[in-house]
């Protein structure tokens, strides 16, 4: 426990921890430091290998790649020491260090020892910074060693100053202060919208709610502090809350931090993973390469979006105060312009849209740019000036950020950038002038902000080619919500082809992910017959969406879609789903502080049987535990959570929380259109308890009709005995995804493993026809919810294994069913049942799959996005 005793003199003598060349902080080669951003300090060049403790204290945080540390000495003052400059990335090869948090030290004890020639030659300098951290309260006092001397070990080096008394409470974690240490969860990292959530919690709970990641700490006031951290999946960083509700703030932080997160914004985000390893070929004298951000196919000309920025003048000609004002009320104007605009996307269901123009809204809101804009104003900037460079500098970071979901950010903040000087320049605005787009054209550009891409989708380009960007930026999102094909990541050479072929018929293969310049006559006539065939082929698909969807051999195969939301459930029911067949209603219990109650609950699953008209609809009980936490339910930890108590098995140990989800369930009208599954049934039994449970619960409420009752078959166990759970179960739904983990012991999370757990490994596909049969046996029907139910190849397999009912993402709905259509059963299954017979592994079974697809279904190069534009 740290001394907080104020009556000794504040002031704390740091000794030179090593003999090194005292180096002023502010010349240390990298910004971060040299700005003073952690805080003030002092910086030393290593003259040896072993660094000792500059003074007495506490270690209280070490970085998990060890090359940095906290030190808390005895008056309550946060030191951080920082073992060379960009040593993180080294992840602790060549640093030896002998303390561990929670240590006590004296000043002389050993800290690290470290390989010194390693350092130097991989890290970018073995200049080691040592920053007060708790600046608003210390200040540093250098000592008498002038710069570019040497230090001895041990001498004095410079005092920490008390600038005011340390609050024993926040310091010492008393009642008004948390925190814990968690892993993130967050597939993407700590993106915009996570970033805005949490600082919606600090806001909710009047608290300061502070992210502490390697030595960096950001406020959740700030969104770019919070995004500077650049935390990824898989990240420890601490949460520390501070303020009278500084419990539950820590709380939901922690769930909203420690829960992966929904499926994103569209069906294909998930897909497009924030992969900083792939490598875009650069083409060749034809071609240019990119990512495909939204597939598609399309051909017109090749026309340049330039971005045109607005002019402005550097330095203000109103008074400080005057330009301040105009700063506040352009920022009040455009924060009152994206509630509108937010919530006609919303009543209009372009959730999407919604979605980002509430990030925008929320970088908008962020104290810091505001502050340092106001600082720059008062300096002499002009209110536009000084916004545009603030945010400038953000740009930048976000830019260089190693992961390309921040990186793509950059779009979003310099969209914010330019409205907000439209508004603050308008004349400026005008004469920065709109391009004159043509319909149909093939659009390049260097980067382009999301605002700028709606307003561009409005002139109807025919594709969009980004020399920048990324798959997951918003700009992706909604060109794969708009069936706009696009390329991303296309770099310069781009621009180069843009510029020497503005106006030349190209062909834009974003399927191929490749830009067509110069393509023959037959070329293009070609892929013009494609894209003919292709719209003709979705325009066909979607207007018969809402028909039921039998095979060539007349089997009736129901296609539902798969929700997490009743927002969900009405795009399901406009994009033709014959009903709901997995609601997955964990999601309404996530990245909240307690379960919403009965008649929240009741509110939502109600909503959803509404939103799908006549149509049936499944609502998953609660599937909590392995990769899905709830923080207020704090399970203990056991050794494996994906074998342990998760699904209904964790459901019937919470009684009160499933009854309460039952009752819900129970109030929603009609009845008979309303199915309840349970998930992770390992045995007849637990179906058998939770239908009694039903039955007490309907007799209390004096209700006469009863819901559906089934069971999801995600473990091998309920395959294998599938024809009990049939006697028992009014439905069996297949989860492949966790049949799949489970039947191979593959982790579905596992990324490594990923290319291998594939749901056409023939075990599986045994399971699933052991699941069938033993269905059909009690005539119990077999639906499939799991991804594999809208893969390309493996819908086709279930169909011939003889599964009813096929539940996909709402934008798969007609493109699933048009190939259905398309299938004849029975001659796939005979196909199907001699290849299981042979020795295959789930690659080649893949191929034959797609083969016989491919000779036997007509295949379409429609794109997903492309069915679903009408439907999104
Ligand atoms: C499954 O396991 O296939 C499934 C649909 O459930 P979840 O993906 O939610 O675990
Ligand atoms: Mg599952």
Known sequence: MPDTDHSRPAVTPLYAPLKAVVVPLEQVPDPVFAQQTMGPGMALEPLEAQLFSPCDGDIVHLARTQHALTLRTDRGCELLIHLGLDTVDLEGEGINVHVAPGDRVSQGDLLWDFDADLLACRALSLITPLVVTSSDQWRCEPGNAAPGSVIARGAPLMALVATSMVSSTVKEGGNNECRELVTLALAAGLHARPAARLRAIARRHDCTLLLEHDVQQADATSLTALMGLSLRQGDTLEIIACGNHAASALEEAVALLTTPEATELDPGHAALADDTSTVVPSGDDTTCHGLTASPGLAV??????????????????????????????????????????????????????????????????????????????????????????????????????????????????????????????????????????????????????????????????????????????????????????????????????????????????????????????????????????????????????????????????????????????????????????????????????????????????????????????????????????????????????????????????????????????????????????????????????????????????????????????????????????????????????????????????????????????????????MTVKGAAMHRCPVGVCGAAAGDPQAWAALVALGVDELSVEPARVAAVKAGIRRLDRAALSRALRDWLDEPLDSITLRQRLEQWLGEHVLTSTTTDAGASRDAI
């Open 300 to 769: 017109g000309p090749l026309v340049r979006l330039a971005r045109a920025r607005i002019e402005i003048s550097p330095d203000r000609e109103e008074s400080a105060e005057d330009a301040k004002r105009a700063l506040t009320a352009a920022i009040g104007t455009l924060d009152d312009t994206l509630i509108s605009d937010i919530e006609r996307a919303r009543t209009e269901g372009r959730s999407a849209e919604a979605d980002i123009l509430e990030a925008h809204q929320a970088w908008l809101d962020d104290p810091a740019l505001r502050e340092e804009s106001l600082a720059h104003i008062q300096s002499g900037r002009s209110a536009a000036f000084a916004w545009r460079e603030v945010l400038e500098g953000r740009i930048s970071e976000l830019r260089r950020s190693e992961s390309r979901l921040l990186a793509a950010r950059a779009d979003d903040l310099r969209d914010l950038q330019e409205r907000l000087i439209a508004l603050l320049a308008p004349e400026a605005a005008v004469a920065a002038g709109q391009i004159e787009m043509t319909p149909g054209a093939i659009v390049v550009s260097d980067e382009i902000t999301p605002s700028q891409f709606l307003a561009l989708d409005r002139a109807a380009p025919a594709g969009l080619c980004l020399a920048g960007g990324g798959t997951t930026s918003h700009v992706a999102l909604l060109a794969r919500a708009r069936g706009l094909p696009c390329l991303a990541a296309m770099g310069p050479q781009v621009l180069e082809v843009v510029a020497r072929h503005a106006g030349e018929s190209v062909i834009l293969d974003a399927q191929k992910a490749v830009l067509v310049f110069q393509p023959t006559l037959d070329e293009l006539e070609k892929a013009r017959e494609q894209i003919e065939q292709d719209r003709a082929r979705a325009r066909a698909e979607r207007q018969v969406a809402h028909e039921p969807a039998r095979t060539l051999d007349a089997a009736l195969i129901e296609v539902c879609a798969n929700v997490t939301g009743h927002e969900e459930a009405r795009v399901a029911h406009e994009a033709g789903a014959d009903g709901i067949g997995l609601m997955r209603s964990e999601f309404l219990f996530m990245a909240q502080s307690r379960a919403p109650d009965e008649q929240a609950q009741r509110d939502i699953y109600q909503q959803a049987l509404d939103g799908m008209g006549a149509h049936p609809v499944i609502i998953r009980t609660l599937d909590i535990g392995a990769d899905k936490q709830l923080d207020y339910l704090s399970l203990p930890p056991v050794p494996n959570p994906a074998l342990g108590t998760r699904g209904i098995r964790l459901m019937t140990r919470h009684q009160p929380l499933l009854d309460v989800q039952l009752r819900a369930l129970l109030s929603v009208r009609p009845l008979d259109r309303l199915g309840i599954m349970l998930p992770m049934v390992t045995e007849a039994a637990e179906l058998v308890a939770v239908r009694e449970r039903l039955e007490v619960l309907a007799q209390e409420m004096n209700l006469e009709g009863r819901p559906a009752l089934g069971a999801m078959i995600e473990v091998p166990a309920a395959a294998l005995c599938a024809d009990q759970l049939a006697q028992v179960a009014d439905f069996l739904s297949i989860g492949t995804n966790d049949l799949t983990q489970y039947t191979l012991a593959m982790d579905r999370e596992d990324p490594d493993l990923a290319g291998r757990a594939d749901v056409l490994h023939p075990a599986v596909l045994r399971l699933i026809d």
